[in-house]
C-alpha cells in the first residue's frame, strides 16, 4: 500500500476552511454583530488562505491535476519561496490566523476547519513533505514532413472462412414470449 500524502489532504482542508472563513466574516459584516472587527479580520484570513492554498502540489508519485488558473498563483507562491514551500510554516501561520476568528460565532467553523488543517500540515512537516509546484512539460510538436510510422508487416487476424459467410436472414425477428390473440 502506497505511502498517504498528508499533504494533499491539508491543502483541500486549509482551502475549504478559507472560503468558510471568509463566508462567515461576509455574514457577519453584512448582519452587523457585535465584533464585526474579528469579521472583517476573518475576511482578509479568508482571502490570505485561499491564495496560498489554491495552487496544489506535485505529488512523489503519480501525476497531479493542476487546478484552472494554478499557474498564476504557483508563480506568486513560489515567489515567497522557504515561507511557503515549508509545511512547518504553513502550519503554524493556520493556527495563528484561527486563533482571532474564534471569537465570533460566524466564523467559529472556519476557525475548527483551519485549526484541524493546520494539524494536518504539522503532521506532513513531521513526515518529511513539503510544497513542490507542478511544472509543465513541454509539449512535442509533431515533425510535418519528416518520418512516416512504417504499415504492418503482418495482416490483421479474421475469423476463419465458415464464420465469415452471411447468414441468409429468414423473416423477421421470433418472440420468445408466446403471444395469444383474443
Avoid at 78 to 96: C, D, E, M, S, V
Avoid at 144 to 165: E, I, L, V
Wanted: charged letters at 20%; proline letters at 9%.
Amino acid at each position: 500500500m502506497g505511502q498517504i500524502e498528508w499533504a494533499m489532504w491539508a491543502n483541500e482542508q486549509a482551502l475549504a476552511a478559507g472560503l468558510i472563513l471568509l463566508t462567515g466574516g461576509i455574514v457577519a459584516v453584512a448582519g452587523q454583530f457585535k465584533g464585526w472587527y474579528f469579521a472583517a479580520y476573518s475576511i482578509a484570513a479568508g482571502v490570505l488562505v485561499c491564495l496560498l492554498e489554491y495552487p496544489r502540489s506535485r505529488r512523489k508519485k503519480g501525476s497531479t491535476m493542476e487546478r484552472c488558473g494554478q499557474k498564476y498563483l504557483t508563480a506568486v507562491v513560489k515567489l515567497f519561496g522557504p515561507l511557503t514551500r515549508n509545511y512547518y510554516i504553513r502550519a503554524i501561520l493556520h493556527a495563528a490566523l484561527a486563533v482571532p476568528a474564534g471569537f465570533l460565532l460566524s466564523t467559529i467553523l472556519g476557525t475548527v476547519c483551519l485549526g484541524i488543517a493546520s494539524g494536518i500540515y504539522l503532521l506532513a512537516a513531521v513526515r518529511g513533505e513539503e510544497w513542490r509546484p507542478i511544472e509543465q512539460k513541454p509539449q512535442e510538436q509533431p515533425q510535418r514532413g519528416g518520418t512516416f510510422k512504417q504499415p504492418p508487416s503482418n495482416p490483421p487476424p479474421r475469423p476463419p472462412p465458415d464464420a465469415r459467410k452471411k447468414q441468409p436472414e429468414v423473416g423477421g425477428q421470433v418472440n420468445p414470449i408466446p403471444v395469444e390473440v383474443e
